[in-house]
Structure formats: structure tokens, C-alpha cells
T-cell receptor, first 109, second 113 residues
């Protein structure tokens, strides 16, 4: 079977750093993606890791450890507009993405 | 200049009716998808088409029938709607080979009463 685990909710204050973890179990693995979805909006692509290590894109970074079946999304200098749901998604064999249940991030002033 | 568009944005209908949702992308992508997002925000793939050919059908009831007239369009027709079909339906697209980076439409919120 295939499963992804990520925390359901995370709360942080403006200016802080937050890490959203994702562990996965899949049959075959090509990479891990992260998507952001604001309330009432569409998921938007943030990052993709196919190899171990850290990928940085502005205030957001994503990390992957294939040996641990684990990844995380790191958000720095949090802003109120970062309040959203964040989904990890694995690309197993079969030409599709499997999404996690999502982590609702609340940024407080 | 919308990349992936869907119509309608909202759809309210009664059980037993038949309805369609349309999707168009102007990104030149070869692959298009339909996803269902339930009330708990779980996002699950339903279908995937590559160049008008069905490549993924995720054990969706056969009341759901996708159709791709060309690689820029992917429609979803739903027969005999049930209460459990209430959800947000997203269309998405990606270039072949980079399915990890998908571009989503704004979604269609379907409410079945």
C-alpha cells in the first residue's frame, strides 16, 4: 500500500520558522513534491525533491532523505499570507501523484 | 490570461441528475488530470489523460466519465449524482515527464442535495 503522514495542524507567529514533516511509504518512489493551498483556492506547486538534500526557493526550502522515507518543508520569515494548507505528494510508480492529508498552517501576529 | 480554467465554479444540483464540468488549459501541456477534494481536504486523483488517451482510472464509479476532445480540454460528466459526490473537483495539467509539477484549475464546488 501507499501512505503519507504529515501533521494536521501547525501554528506559528509572524517572522518565525516552521517545519512541516512528511513521512511516506510507497511502492516505488521517484520524488516528493510540496503544494500550498489557500482556503477556497487551488493547490499551487512549491517544490520538488528527487534526490537527497535541501532545495531552497526564496523563503521556502524542502528536504528529502530517501533512506528515511522522510521529507520536510521549511518556511522562514513567516508572513500572515503563508497561512494555508500544505500538502506533500509522492510520485510512486504509475504516473501519478499521491497526496498527503495536508497540514493547516496558522500564522499568528 | 488563465492557465487552467474550469466551468462552472459552483454547481448545485439534486440527486439523480446528470452534470458536466469543463476544463481547458492553455499551457501546451500533454497531460491532464481530474482530482476530487473532499470536505477533509483529501485530494485524490480520479483520472489522467495524456494526449487525449486515458492513462489512469483510479477505480472511480462508472457514473463518472471523462472525455478529452483534444489535449487542451478535459471534461468530466457525472451521471445519477449521489450525495457522496459533493466535493470540490479540480482539473490539473502538467508537461509529460514532469508530473510532479502540476498546474491546477480554480476548482468546481459540486453540491448534491
Amino acid at each position: 500500500g501507499q501512505s503519507l503522514e504529515q501533521p494536521s495542524e501547525v501554528t506559528a507567529v509572524e517572522g518565525a520558522i516552521v517545519q512541516i514533516n512528511c513521512t511516506y511509504q510507497t511502492s516505488g518512489f521517484y520524488g516528493l513534491s510540496w503544494y500550498q493551498q489557500h482556503d477556497g483556492g487551488a493547490p499551487t506547486f512549491l517544490s520538488y525533491n528527487a534526490l537527497d538534500g535541501l532545495e531552497e526557493t526564496g523563503r521556502f526550502s524542502s528536504f528529502l532523505s530517501r533512506s528515511d522515507s522522510y521529507g520536510y518543508l521549511l518556511l522562514q520569515e513567516l508572513q500572515m499570507k503563508d497561512s494555508a494548507s500544505y500538502f506533500c505528494a509522492v510520485r510512486p510508480q504509475g504516473g501519478k501523484l499521491i497526496f498527503g492529508q495536508g497540514t493547516e498552517l496558522s500564522v499568528k501576529p | 490570461d488563465t492557465a487552467v480554467s474550469q466551468t462552472p465554479k459552483y454547481l448545485v444540483t439534486q440527486m439523480g441528475n446528470d452534470k458536466s464540468i469543463k476544463c481547458e488549459q492553455n499551457l501546451g501541456h500533454d497531460t491532464m488530470y481530474w482530482y476530487k477534494q473532499d470536505s477533509k481536504k483529501f485530494l485524490k486523483i480520479m483520472f489522467s489523460y495524456n494526449n487525449k488517451e486515458l492513462i489512469i482510472n483510479e477505480t472511480v464509479p462508472n457514473r463518472f466519465s471523462p472525455k478529452s476532445p483534444d489535449k487542451a480540454h478535459l471534461n468530466l460528466h457525472i451521471n445519477s449524482l449521489e450525495l457522496g459526490d459533493s466535493a470540490v473537483y479540480f482539473c490539473a495539467s502538467s508537461p509529460t515527464g514532469t508530473l510532479y509539477e502540476q498546474y491546477f484549475g480554480p476548482g468546481t464546488r459540486l453540491t448534491v442535495t
